[in-house]
């Protein structure tokens, strides 16, 4: 038996106050609901977080939603009094937003001193681009990685999966809201998460940053040996117009791939020694890969252990033995009564099996819940609702 309780959420008991929008935020607070943290949405009284209705859905699951207008003096001394009460509070407003209602880290902190405050924001609290407004691909045009991702034909391509903000946002400030509210819990004592998204997408170009390092320059997009440079890494179409990932990095997953190519003569050209046998190579897999139609590849491959497998997309992985089997599916019944499949917490550990508690909350269903578990009566709560402090 280990020291954890079984069955216990390992961030039960923490209470999260989450004012983000949008994706890095919202998706930072998803991660600690679904390892159990109590996260309280809490969105304005007008438009709220604007996110389409779908990705609401899939991002605020197991957290509660409530509803306050934090430009009126009551609605900022509520959330104050929330604060003494809570562990974190996570806010992904422009620096300099949350001083200007009254609610900057110094007040906060003065409230609640073991209070973990992390600001998400696109280029930090501090330097010059502070202040200036910018998107996922912005912040990875200034970093260096937009420039980055592309095709072998030089040109730049755009990721239906945001880089920036969930490697750069979201996962940087879970790491850090999760190591200063381990130091809280030994000192009492909180600190301010300044988390920008530009600086942890830049954080992590670890491959181009080696090649100035070793070379003095970034190779062009798509002419690394893990962009496309070599014919054993790559994307290769099939017969369909469907797709092989051809990750055979290793002589040896190479060698294997030749024989099911049926061309046992390319394995001894696994990293050409031309460029002119590097394109030659790329155009006999290529065409060899494109007589068939991805069904048959997936067949000849699936017992293979050569690093190659088909491009599928996600209704397909929905279906995936493997990710079935690790229950990364779960379906959930939202809040208006429909099902949805969406995807399990990407991290297991003893103890505790991840579970959805409940859907996506509509705005303000659990304001009056949380008021009164904070300590305010039913009238004070009518009262902030008829002054449209709180909805």
Known sequence: MTGAIAGRPP????????????LPGPM????????????????????????????????????????????QAEGVRILLEMCAQADVLVEGFRPGVMARLGLGYEVVHARNPRLVYCSISGYGQTGPFSQKAGHDLNYCGWAGVAEQI?????????????????????????????AALFDALRTGQGRHVDVAIADGVLANAVIPLAAVN???????????????????????????????????????????FCVLLDRPDLAAHHIPATPELNQWVRQEVSERVRSQPLAYWSALLA???????????VQ?????????????WVEVETAQGERMTQMAMPVQMTDYVFQVRCAAPAQGQHTEEVLHEAGWDATA????RAQKVVA
């Open 381 to 384: 709560i009518a009262r902030w």
């Open 303 to 313: 017992d293979a252990d050569c690093c190659v497998t088909p491009v599928l997309n």
């Open 28 to 71: 930072a607070t998803l991660h600690l609901a679904d390892l159990g943290a109590d996260v309280i949405k809490i969105e304005d009284l007008g438009l709220g977080d604007y996110a389409s209705p779908a990705v609401r859905e899939l991002i605020n699951r197991n957290k509660r939603g409530m509803r306050i207008d934090l430009k």
């Open 150 to 178: 592309g095709t072998p034909s030089g040109e730049l391509a755009l990721s239906n999966v945001p880089v920036g903000d969930l490697l750069g946002g979201t996962m940087p400030a879970v790491m850090g809201i999760l």
């Open 316 to 328: 397909e992985a929905q279906t995936l033995p493997h990710f079935v089997a690790r229950g990364m």
């Open 214 to 256: 070793q070379r003095g320059t970034t190779p062009p997009p798509g002419g690394d040996k893990l962009t496309g440079a070599l014919p054993c890494y790559g994307l290769y179409a099939t017969q369909d117009g469907r797709y092989l990932a051809v990750g055979a990095f290793e002589h040896k997953f190479w060698q294997q």
């Open 11 to 22: 961030l039960q008991g923490v209470k999260v106050l989450d004012l983000s929008r949008l």
